[in-house]
């Protein structure tokens, strides 16, 4: 396992604490952080009830020794969207594992959406990815990953290495994996990544049952989405559980995924929540 590995003596841990809390009804945000990882100043581009923060790693990438700690908490009343400027880089490691964990915790009446850009596993790299939210009843969360092995496309492929991931709502759904590069038969059989190097997850999830009308709709429009993708045959929908409903899509390249992500996450904001489809507007940048 990669958690038994042995530690780089030369750590450059960071974490970061976010408190999201209704005032004066606006979505605040008070933060604590401990080394090289930051919270841009709050934006309110569709007004006070939505806070948007960009989260913020100097350094750009992690190396052996190297962990990033994130916790998350929303308070009842309050809403929160967090997203990155650019991705989240795990280069290669001469030893011991690198980190990011994410701790998540809503309160009844919360809301979050958890949309950082990519996550980008360089060939030699010895990486721990770990997410892991617990929701209150009547809490809501849309949230999603995105990975890339390697950057095939310049040249870079993920030859070597290990990349395990861990993405869990307590109670309700849990996926891991552990991807090789020596391991042929998971990276290129029709059974596993089928030769994709991308892969992407995007969930909503309650605290409570989604009403059936409300799940079907939302099965509904992210097929929709699929559908008229052109990873129409590497995409799919499931609602594994009454609370959850997961979107899933393997591509060569990785903005192929962002794009189909995004627009089911626009979909969802605008039928499921009845929100305006505003996306962060470093996106755009």
């Known amino acids: 396992m990669l958690a038994s590995l042995p530690s780089n003596t030369h750590r450059w841990p960071a974490s970061l604490a976010l408190h999201y809390q209704p005032a004066s009804g606006r979505s605040v ?3 604590q952080h401990n080394g090289p990882l930051r919270v841009l100043k709050s934006l309110y581009p569709e007004g006070d009830a939505v806070c948007h923060n960009v989260l913020v790693h100097p350094p750009s990438g992690l190396v052996g020794g190297d962990t990033l700690d994130i916790q998350v908490q929303v308070d009842a009343g309050a809403h929160a969207l967090i997203t990155t400027p650019g991705a989240t880089r795990f280069y290669r490691s001469e030893q011991g594992l690198a980190q ?17 850009l990519e996550t980008i596993a360089y060939s030699g790299c010895l990486a721990l990815n770990q997410w892991v939210a617990q929701l209150s009843p009547g ?19 993920f030859d070597q290495g ?8 307590k109670g309700m759904w849990l996926e891991r994996a552990h991807l090789a590069a020596s391991d042929e038969r998971l990276l290129n059989s029709p059974l596993g990544l089928a030769g994709q190097r991308c892969m992407g997850t995007l969930v909503l999830a ?14 509904d429009v992210a097929r929709q989405v699929c559908e008229a993708s052109p990873l129409r045959v590497w995409s799919g929908v499931t609602s594994p559980d ?6 899933r899509v393997l591509a060569p390249q990785v903005e192929a995924v962002f794009h189909l992500l995004k627009s089911v996450w626009l979909g969802w904001r605008a ?11 470093i996106w755009a940048m």
């Open 271 to 281: 039928d499921i929540w009845r929100m305006p489809t505003v996306p962060p507007r």
């Open 29 to 31: 945000v008070h933060h």
């Open 206 to 219: 309650q605290g409570s049952a989604l009403a059936d009308a409300e799940r079907s709709l939302a099965l």
């Open 100 to 116: 990011q964990k994410v701790s998540v915790a809503l309160d009844p009446g919360a809301k979050l959406e958890w949309l950082p």
């Open 162 to 169: 290990h990349y395990a991931q861990h993405l869990e709502i």
């Open 242 to 247: 009454p609370r959850i409903v997961v979107v």
């Open 139 to 157: 809490s809501a969360l849309m949230a999603w990953d995105m990975l890339a092995l390697g950057l095939p496309h310049a040249n870079l492929a």
